[in-house]
């Protein structure tokens, strides 16, 4: 599997700002105001109010980027915090909208990218209309904290952003995890399950990997391996490809974590 990471610098502009400014990536709107002396320290005083009406703007991040398609196998753009209302494009053809800061979004490239210099924008859009339009549309009224700007519970974003009665009201908006293009050839583990099942004196663990292709072969199967706190090999093996693929492991006289204070917190590793 291959990375190609697209974090760094990117260019902000807005209808806010009279020329565009540098952009921090991962970060956000309100940092990168900050850092150029756009805004004053919104926790200073009641600088609050005012940096929060930069919120009903919008904004976009842009950055040109250059890749060689013959090094790309089944490319993905992988989005793992977009903070919230965002509409990404890649070469000026529409990618994704998200509504969501609380998930990663992964959105397949074939066709989108080209050979070369490519340029991905993401627009931002304010986050204060956003919840007071879907507000002015509910057919009725949800509660909301004191102190806060009503309507935030319509939307998938950290709440106390909004407001709360120990915080200021300073929605921000920007891309706050890492972005960046993967290419993989063959199998891929998207998620792995881990279940476990406590009896006397050993643990039974359930481990279901699941798997993400673009490739129709069976010619391929998955390998796991069980390490102690002491690095000592637990379990190995390997199963071949099936629909209903599951790990079950037993660990006789398992070595148990504990919170601070009650024991140790010995891990295992599973590779």
Not at 171 to 186: L, M, T
Request: charged share 25%; hydrophobic share 35%.
């Amino acid at each position: 599997m291959k990375k190609f990471a697209l974090n760094g610098q990117w260019t902000l502009t807005s209808s806010y700002l009279s020329s565009s400014i540098k952009g921090k990536v991962p970060g956000s709107v309100t940092h990168d105001l900050l850092e150029a002396g756009l805004i004053p320290d919104p926790f200073f005083r009641d600088n609050e109010w005012q940096v929060r009406e930069v919120m009903r703007h919008d904004f976009v991040y842009e950055r040109d980027f250059f890749i060689s398609l013959t090094e790309l196998t089944h490319p993905v753009l992988v989005m793992e915090g977009l903070d919230t209302v965002a509409s990404i494009a890649l070469n000026d053809r529409p990618l994704l909208k998200t509504y969501n800061m609380h998930r990663t979004y992964r959105v397949r490239l074939e066709g989108f990218l080209k050979e070369g210099m490519n340029t991905i924008r993401i627009h931002l859009h304010s986050p204060i209309r956003y919840v007071e339009n879907a507000l002015s549309q509910a057919t009725h009224t949800l509660y909301h904290a004191h102190y806060s700007i009503p309507g935030y519970i319509y939307l998938r974003k950290a709440h106390a952003m909004f407001g709360w009665d120990w915080g200021p009201q300073l929605p921000d908006a920007g891309i706050w995890r890492d972005i960046y293009i993967e290419s993989s050839e063959g199998f891929r583990i998207d998620h792995c399950e881990i279940r476990q099942f406590h009896e006397t004196n050993k643990i039974r663990l359930e481990v279901i990997p699941e798997l993400e292709s673009d490739s129709v072969t069976t010619l391929a199967c998955v390998e796991l391996k069980l390490l102690d706190p002491d690095g000592k090999v637990v379990y190995q093996g390997s199963q071949s490809l099936a629909l209903d693929l599951k790990f079950y492991i037993d660990i006789p006289d398992p070595r148990r974590w504990y919170p601070n204070g009650y024991g140790d917190q010995p891990l295992y590793q599973l590779d």
